[in-house]
């Protein structure tokens, strides 16, 4: 098994833009072709948040190693001394604030969870593919009670017993 050391250097005054999502995290956000617009200065911006590739070079080639989710934040040096990071005096998680972590509800045991793990893995992943079966199913099962009902009433149409 190979493991690939990725890395990523940015100069601030001209970073790439980061991904919203890290599906959509990938090395064209790196291409240094690409307009102006797609790279942002933190010293204007303040705050940037998002996903940015990992690069390894593999012999000449360029490959992704990873994706790194990151919030980068310039403060003034009066708004450090006022909120200081890191001097153990407030709870850990106060100076830069972090968002708690986004885990779904279940521990994907589905022995313990069945329902949970079908619906944070399976349903989002096949959500169409599972109501398109559904419908098929209604629409065979229709079409299976017409085949199975048209020729008794097709004879009593025939014969009209109660006429």
């Known amino acids: 098994m190979l493991f690939l050391a990725g890395c990523i250097q940015m100069d601030l005054n ?3 833009k980061p991904a919203k999502t890290a599906e959509k995290c990938s090395l064209d956000l790196l291409d ?3 307009s102006s617009d797609r790279f942002v200065s933190l010293f204007e911006q303040k705050t940037v948040k ?9 012999g000449e080639k360029k490959v992704l190693a990873g994706k790194l989710e ?10 450090h001394e006022e909120r200081p990071a890191g001097m153990g005096r407030d709870e850990p998680n106060m ?3 972090l968002e708690d972590p986004k885990r779904p509800e279940t521990s994907f045991l589905w022995f313990t969870s ?9 349903w989002r992943r096949y959500k169409w593919v599972f109501l398109v079966i559904f419908v098929l199913f209604i629409l065979l099962l229709f079409l ?9 009433y097709a004879a009593m149409k025939l014969v009209k017993p109660f006429s």
């Not at 998002?50 to 593999?58: D, H, I, R, T």
């Not at 990151?70 to 708004?79: K, P, R, S, Y």
């Open 14 to 16: 001209h970073m790439p």
């Open 32 to 34: 240094e072709t690409l």
């Open 50 to 58: 998002g996903w940015w590739p990992c690069v390894a070079e593999e």
């Open 70 to 79: 990151m919030t980068l934040e310039i403060v003034a040096e009066q708004e």
């Open 95 to 97: 100076n830069p604030k």
């Open 114 to 122: 069945p329902y949970k793990t079908i619906k944070f893995i399976l």
């Open 144 to 152: 299976g009670i017409f085949i199975y009902a048209f020729p008794n």
